[in-house]
Structure formats: structure tokens, C-alpha cells
């Protein structure tokens, strides 16, 4: 068989959400484009067959407002409109019917078998359609590995990084201290829902037998009820961390634990699953980590905590360092850490790019990022909002006639506003497009609502402290009257302080713009606070009560109504560690919640999310996390 020669201005290879999102960004302004995939359904971990949710920086509420915008909040748009119970289930045709009305070639099931180069630049990709039966040569002027294993950045002869860094590879307290090749593994889902009839499973032969949770230690008692999607932790990475040479050896360990976890679930009576059975099992693993490519910066977790202002930022990440154990479900250790950070932080373009080609763009898990970094990088929504930077970084590039790399050093400001234009956001990048109407346009209201709280019928334990942040405008706050209890039979000493807010996430009682002691009497009180504070600009401020003696019990009134844009938060600093401090020996087994933060910065307080937005139809219980109450 003959190969077709085809020819484009972009083509992008791997049809992930990273990928596909960046092949209809450039076919948008005005590229021609082919999007080419191994698989039969687009969307990668999201494809129809696999059915990956696709988060992001917003982190379930954690990261307030942090959605990813643009393109991706369209994509994210139309799933909900086919799928509005989101199973998944109808990501790949979504996919695929937005790159053809965006004008986007699309080649599915194509293999790709190598490339051709003439220096530092790519001049074809070549590969071969199963359904069709052909063979395709494509050319174009730039490529864009999206296929999250870096196929074409490997066969190009780029470097890359694979598994562990070592401590002093980046400095990175969470990594460990001599480098390995541990990685995350790959994950296998299934679906499963309740019948109206019951039914019985017997487990196969050939899948692995549970018999207690000590089988499965840390992983079966994360969930007491019934399940209808699982498992995340369902996941291995092979005997030897190859999870490319060993993929099917991955996928059947993979489907001899979901079975064989499945059947430990149906017939646990303590669960109740008499009507429940499987409706799917996928076939394929959804990979987490294999290559990831270098570019001319390696974002790590320095960047994550410090959040370094790059000057070539283009998007953003606000997914917690959730790092997998090496070995997956065969470990004995805990699955994952969960290590969060105070705000999201931004991705800079040279970061997506291989140093080693001149037109090279690199997005998805493959991007020139640490494996500790990764941890917060590998969301698909996140990754989504890579491809529209690229798209539009691609779009720049072609205009001018630039490489990649000089495409961020001396064009950057026209691809920044490009993709602001497109409605995504970059951390610390205004819009400066002289032709938008909208930052001089005069906003109006036909009413207004004072910013208000009122009383509830209970009380909030101040523990150690408790904050609450709220937006002031006007320039001053003179007064506020703050509902405490004291249920004991002696006075407490409390320190009041009044600070700034960085952002919804930042509580300190460091640098206050105002600060008092109280002595709180046995009983109910309101406590007033004379402040007479005034040149504040608008913004994010927040009241906090902090006891001044150990084991202290103190309570404050909730609030019986949720102010938008107030969030209240705690200080527990017994439950994190900073940079530059002593870190437990292996970072799998600890028992606590882990924050990390730039060295100096107050990581003490963090906001209690208000609710998670799940999924499947249920409702938000805002309940969970009440606010405080506060007459200002």
C-alpha cells in the first residue's frame, strides 16, 4: 500500500482533549488542520469508551471561580447538552462533530509508524488507518505532539524525563531522595447502576480474589456504600514502569482487579448490593504519566508553590500535586498524596514546545514538567486550556513566520491577548487589546443588594482560629459586630485581626492592617470592633478570631445566609508542612493532609470548600461548610 500524501499547516497528533482543543483553536483562526488519533473516539481519557471527567483548576470548589474559560468551557458546554447526567458516555461524537464544524480534518484509528525531519524541523508524520486501510504521509509546517506519550517528540530524537527526579534534581521537597522509575500507572473504569430486579455475580476464574480490605489496604474502605463508578485506584504502571512496552500486560492486571473488586463489592452484605450490576467495563487504561518532553523550561513544584509570575504565561493549573503511589494497586502503601497549594499558578508556553525542534509544540502529560509537578498539570481541563494557548501560539507563529521558541520570546504579547480574546484567563495577564469595547464600557444595575449576613440558629467552633473573607468596596471599614459565645465558666483572651486577602484562598494573621484583643466573658456577646480603617482598595479582606489560650473553647454564630464571594477558612498548623522543613520519609504513608507553600508565606489557614459540585444528577449540599456571622 502506497502512502497519500497529505499537506496542512498544522497537524496534531493524539486526539486527547488537549488535542483536539488545539486543532479547532487553530482551524479557527484560519489554519488548515488535521487532528490524527489511535483511537476509534476522540477525547483520549475522555473518549466515550474510557470516560475520564474532565477537571480542572477549579479543583471541586476548592479554587473558587477557576474555571477554565474559552474553548474549554465551550467543550465542557456541549458535553452537558448530550450527557447532562455525565456519564461520559458521549464525549467522542461531541468531539468529533465540533472539529468538523470548526473545519478540522479528522483522521481516527491512524497509527502513527514515524517521521521525517530536515534538521531541527519535522517535515512529515507517517502512519497507517485501520478502518480505511491506508497508509498517510502528512506534511505541514509545524506538529503538535498531543498524544501524551510523546511518541513524535521520541521518534524525532527530543529529550525527555521519565520517571522520579531526585530532591536535588529540582529541589522539590515532595520528591524523593534518589531518583527512580517509579511513575503513576493507568487507571481502569467501570460503570454500574441499580437494577429493578436483583442479580448475583460470580467472580472469574481469572480475576484476582478479595477477600477482606486488608487485600486491598487503603483503597476498599474509602467507600462504604454502594459505588457506580470506579476506581481511580484501580491503576498499575507494569511490572518494570513501562507502561508503553507493557500496555497489555498493564490492561489485563487492570481487568483481573476490577473484576475482582467488583465481585468483593457485589457480595459484601454489609454494602447491599443485591440489584446492582455492571453496565461497563473499559478495555482501554487511562494512562496518567509516561514521557514528558523538555522544553526550554521544566515547570516544577517551585513554580507551583511560588507561583513565578512567567513572563510567557499562557494558562494556568490549580489541581492539587495529587501524586499516585509507583505500583498502583499492588502497593501496600497508600494510593495517593494530596498535596495543596495556596492559589492556582501559571504555565508559561516555553514549557510547551520541544527545545530540540523548531516547530514542535508539545501538549498534555508530555509537556516539559517535573514528575511532582505533573501531579497538578495532568487534568484534562487544564490540558484543554493548554491546546487553546498552542492554538493560538500555532496561529501567531504561522502569521509571523516564527519558531516556537521565537514565537514566546518576541511575540508573546500579541498570543497572550489572543487567547484572552477567546475568553480563557492567564494569572497576572490584562487585557490590553485596544479594539475591546468591554474594559470601557460602564456597568449599570437596576438594583443593587448590600453585602448582608444574618443570624442563624447555631454556632461555629473557633478551634484554633476561624476566619472569614469577604469583598469590601468604598475604600473603609469603620465598624463590625461579631456574635461570640463563650460556653465556659471563665473569660477567654481572643486576638482579633483585619487583613488583606491575596486571593478567595488566603487567610493570615500576619501583616494585618488592624488588630485587637478581647476578653470574652462567659456567655453570648455581641463584640464590636471599632476599626476606622479607611485608602483600602477594593478587594478580598478578612475578620479573624484567633483564642490566645491552648484548648480554649470559643464558638461564633453562623450565619444563616451565604453571601456570594464570602468564604470562611481555619488555622490548623499542626496539619502542614512548609518547604525547607523536615518531610516524613515516604510521603505515601502519611496520615495527614499535606499543603505546601512558598517559604515565608502563611500555608497555616485554608478555606473549607463550601460544596462539591458532584456529578450524576445530585444536588450541592451547601450545608456542609456554613459561614460565619458578621455585621459590618
Known amino acids: 500500500m502506497n502512502y497519500l500524501d497529505q499537506s496542512y499547516d498544522l497537524v496534531v497528533c493524539g486526539g486527547g482533549i488537549g488535542g483536539v482543543v488545539t486543532a479547532v483553536t487553530a482551524a479557527r483562526k484560519g489554519l488548515s488542520v488535521a487532528l490524527v488519533d489511535n483511537k476509534a473516539g476522540l477525547g483520549g481519557n475522555a473518549c466515550s469508551e474510557i470516560g475520564v471527567s474532565v477537571d480542572g483548576a477549579t479543583f471541586f470548589g476548592y479554587f473558587a471561580n477557576m474555571r477554565e474559560g474559552g474553548p474549554v468551557e465551550e467543550m465542557k458546554e456541549r458535553f452537558a447538552a448530550a450527557d447532562p447526567f455525565f456519564h461520559n458516555g458521549q464525549n467522542s461524537t461531541t468531539l468529533l462533530f465540533w472539529c468538523e464544524e470548526a473545519g478540522v480534518k479528522v483522521f481516527c484509528e491512524w497509527n502513527l509508524h514515524g517521521i521525517e525531519k530536515e534538521g531541527r524541523r519535522l517535515t512529515h508524520v507517517l502512519g497507517s488507518q485501520g ?20 511518541t513524535v517528540a521520541a521518534l524525532a530524537g527530543c529529550a525527555f524525563m ?42 472469574p476464574e481469572w480475576a484476582y480474589e478479595y477477600k477482606s480490605n486488608d487485600d486491598l489496604p487503603h483503597r476498599l474502605t474509602m467507600y462504604k456504600g454502594a459505588v457506580d463508578c470506579g476506581f481511580w485506584w484501580i491503576e498499575y504502571a507494569g511490572d518494570h514502569d513501562d507502561p508503553i512496552g507493557e500496555y497489555e ?167 497572550q491577548q489572543a487567547i484572552l480574546k477567546d475568553g480563557s484567563f492567564i494569572p497576572g495577564v490584562r487585557n490590553t487589546d485596544p479594539a475591546d469595547r468591554a474594559p470601557k464600557a460602564r456597568i449599570t444595575a437596576s438594583s443593587d443588594q448590600p453585602l448582608a449576613f444574618t443570624r442563624g ?72 470592633w471599632s476599626l476606622q480603617v479607611s485608602g483600602l482598595p477594593d478587594g478580598l479582606y478578612a475578620i479573624g478570631v484567633v483564642p490566645q489560650e491552648a484548648g480554649a473553647v470559643v464558638d461564633w454564630m453562623q450565619s444563616a445566609t451565604e453571601p456570594y464571594g464570602c468564604y470562611t477558612g481555619l488555622l490548623d ?17 502519611v496520615e495527614k493532609t499535606i499543603l505546601v507553600a512558598a517559604e515565608g508565606e502563611d500555608a497555616r489557614w485554608v478555606r473549607q470548600k463550601k460544596g462539591r459540585l458532584l456529578q450524576l444528577g445530585r444536588k450541592i449540599d451547601r450545608s456542609q461548610v456554613p459561614l460565619p456571622f458578621v455585621a459590618l
Open 457 to 528: 440558629p447555631d454556632f461555629l467552633p473557633i478551634g484554633q482560629g476561624r476566619a472569614l473573607s469577604f469583598p469590601l468596596v468604598g475604600g473603609r471599614l469603620d465598624r463590625v459586630v461579631l456574635p461570640l459565645r463563650n460556653p465556659g465558666a471563665k473569660a477567654v483572651p481572643l486576638r482579633l485581626f483585619f487583613s488583606a486577602c491575596l486571593h478567595p484562598n488566603h487567610f493570615t494573621d500576619r501583616g494585618s492592617l488592624a488588630e485587637t484583643t478581647i476578653l470574652l466573658a462567659p456567655g453570648l456577646h455581641e463584640t464590636p
Open 131 to 150: 478502518g480505511t486501510e491506508r497508509n498517510f504521509r502528512f506534511a505541514a509546517k509545524q506538529f503538535v505532539d498531543a498524544t501524551g506519550d510523546a
Open 249 to 415: 500486560h498493564i490492561r489485563k492486571e487492570l481487568l483481573k482487579c476490577v473484576y475482582g473488586v467488583w465481585a468483593f463489592l457485589k457480595n459484601d452484605p454489609e454494602r447491599k448490593m443485591e440489584y446492582w450490576a455492571l453496565d461497563r467495563v473499559s478495555v482501554s487504561p487511562a494512562k496518567r504519566e509516561s514521557r514528558r518532553v523538555v522544553g526550554d523550561v521544566v515547570v516544577t513544584e517551585r513554580d507551583i508553590v511560588e507561583r513565578t509570575p512567567f513572563p510567557d504565561a499562557v494558562s494556568y493549573a490549580g489541581w492539587n500535586i495529587d501524586i499516585h503511589v509507583p505500583g498502583g494497586f499492588k502497593s501496600r502503601l497508600k494510593p495517593n498524596i494530596h498535596a495543596f497549594f495556596p492559589w492556582v499558578f501559571p504555565i508559561p508556553l516555553r514549557s510547551l514546545y520541544a527545545k530540540d525542534m523548531d516547530n514542535l509544540w508539545i501538549v498534555g502529560r508530555d509537556m516539559s514538567v517535573s514528575h511532582v509537578a505533573l501531579g497538578a498539570t495532568r487534568l484534562q481541563a487544564t490540558i484543554g486550556a493548554m491546546g487553546h494557548a498552542v492554538g493560538c501560539a500555532a496561529a501567531t507563529a504561522q502569521a509571523r513566520g516564527t519558531s516556537p521558541r521565537e514565537t514566546a520570546k518576541a511575540h508573546i504579547g500579541e498570543v
Open 573 to 589: 498548623p499542626e496539619r502542614y508542612f512548609f518547604p525547607k522543613k523536615d518531610t516524613p520519609e515516604n510521603l505515601y504513608a
Open 162 to 203: 521519565s520517571g522520579r527526579e531526585a530532591k536535588e534534581t529540582f529541589g522539590e521537597i515532595l520528591a524523593p531522595d534518589k531518583a527512580d522509575s517509579g511513575i503513576m500507572g493507568a487507571s481502569l473504569l467501570y460503570r454500574a447502576s441499580e437494577k429493578k430486579v436483583p442479580s448475583t455475580f460470580v467472580r
